[in-house]
């Protein structure tokens, strides 16, 4: 039986969330298996649009054919340089998932699961040049502590690095069992699974430039979204989720929300969940995939409030 590229985390609830106008635009910045995107075509009439965005030249083969929806190959961090190349000046709605696919996950060769041995890859942009191995193999052990600290907020990182750095003296580490086997002496027995979870998810958001990326494509968002248009972002993680409740609640990622000089908090963008919507029970039993997924939403204030 073949498996699905990827099973819609939130589907019902994003929809909603968006708010979705007949004959308004919107932005998918993570097309992945398509199911968001089908699903907002479905609210669209002939005049509506959806663009959407995917780096990974696997996710083209999922696209439907339908004259409504224009596919950016690119990485969502050139939102608003690809929507200006479109002559879309405005968009009334845009929908993040930030989750790895299955698709990535049940891919031997793709590098992203510890459940395989396969080679120590993790581009989510298979034109990108460097890899995990690069990373692994080529990082100065103070580098690797921080993004393992950072990225990862994995405890006693220094440890990590220097079984790294040991191991890599005597065989350069280019797949997932020689770095499994690698950090095996700080692996906590036991807790293996979480301990390679975020080791995994350290690597990839640095391979990928995931932070960063994200980063850029929030910023964009003002710029792009009309007066009163949705935001929505799926998270997966705290370092994801923090940087997207502080940008939506202030308009930054620290959290500091601006005030004029009467003291009213400046803020452009209305905050439409008081806390963060996740799946049900039922979905997650599903999908257990969809788990850690945290749902926030808000809109750009018109310029009148």
């Not at 040991?166 to 770095?179: D, F, H, K, V, Y």
């Not at 502080?246 to 601006?258: H, P, Y």
């Amino acid at each position: 039986m073949t498996q699905p590229y990827h099973v819609p985390v939130l589907l019902n609830e994003s929809i909603e969330s968006l708010d979705i106008r007949p004959q308004g635009t919107y932005v998918d910045v993570t097309f992945g298996g398509g199911g968001h995107s089908r699903a907002i075509l479905e609210c669209l009439s002939d005049r509506g649009r959806l663009i959407a965005f995917d780096q990974d030249a696997d996710a083209r083969a999922n696209r439907p054919q339908d004259d409504r929806l224009l596919f950016v190959e690119s990485n969502f961090r050139f939102l608003r340089t690809w929507l200006r190349y479109y002559a879309i000046d405005a968009v009334d709605g845009i929908l993040a998932d930030l989750g790895v696919s299955s698709h990535h996950f049940d891919s031997e060769q793709r590098g992203f699961s510890f459940r395989f041995d396969g080679p120590l890859d993790m581009r989510m942009n298979q034109r990108a040049h460097m890899t995990a191995a690069d990373v692994v193999n080529r990082y100065e052990p103070a580098a690797l502590m921080t993004l393992f600290r950072n990225y990862g907020e994995l405890e006693a990182p220094h440890r990590i690095a220097q079984c790294i750095e040991r191991a890599r003296t005597e065989a350069p580490i280019t797949t997932i069992g020689a770095l499994i086997e690698a950090v095996a002496p700080v692996t906590p027995r036991g807790g293996e699974s979480k301990f390679l979870a975020k080791l995994f998810q350290a690597l990839r958001i640095e391979v990928n430039g995931e932070m960063e990326a994200l980063k850029m494509m929030l910023e964009q968002t003002r710029k792009v979204l009309r007066p009163g248009g949705r935001l929505v972002v799926i998270t997966y993680h705290s370092l994801e989720d923090r940087l997207v409740k502080n940008f939506m609640r202030s308009g930054n990622f620290e959290g500091r929300a601006e005030q004029d000089f009467f003291g009213r908090v400046q803020t452009p963008f209305e905050v439409l969940t008081r806390k963060a919507v996740v799946p049900t029970p039922a979905e997650i039993e599903r999908n257990p995939r969809s788990r850690s997924a945290k749902m926030r939403v808000c809109r750009l204030k018109p310029l009148t409030e």
